[in-house]
């Protein structure tokens, strides 16, 4: 069964770093491009960042450009989000998303989700 679990999430100090896992299993993905959505509370989720597992056509936020860095490791079956120079507007529960469609960053694009992991950035 095709699974994605996120890890990496905590409660850091604005201005520090996480890096988020993604691991993905159950199926082969190497078709999917993958994706870090993130949902604050009383928000909808919104699009972070974009990826294929050759490592290219990678998108980002606006919000977080210069900021959070998106990479794989084939090897791993492996997503990460590398956040730096975090922000208290950063705190959500991060969700990795695998899918084929053609609007990257809309939720519709993506098939298969993780359960999220929660990101708490105090200022």
């Known amino acids: 069964q095709a699974q994605l679990v996120e890890s990496g999430g905590g409660l850091v100090q604005a201005g520090n770093s996480l890096r988020l896992s993604c691991a993905a299993s159950g199926r082969t993905f190497s078709s999917y491009a993958m994706a870090w959505f993130r949902q604050a509370p009383g928000k909808e989720r919104e699009f972070v960042a974009r990826?294929?597992?050759?490592?290219?056509?990678?998108y980002y936020a606006d919000s977080v450009k210069g900021r959070f860095t998106i990479s794989v490791d084939n090897a791993k079956n492996t997503v990460y989000l590398q956040m730096n120079s975090l922000k208290p507007e950063d705190t959500a529960v991060y969700y990795c998303?695998?899918?084929?469609?053609?609007?990257?960053?809309?939720?519709?694009?993506?098939?298969?989700w993780g359960q999220g992991t929660q990101v708490t950035v105090s200022s």
């Open positions: 990826i294929r597992w050759s490592g290219g056509n990678t």
């Open positions: 998303a695998a899918g084929v469609g053609t609007y990257y960053y809309t939720r519709a694009a993506y098939s298969y």
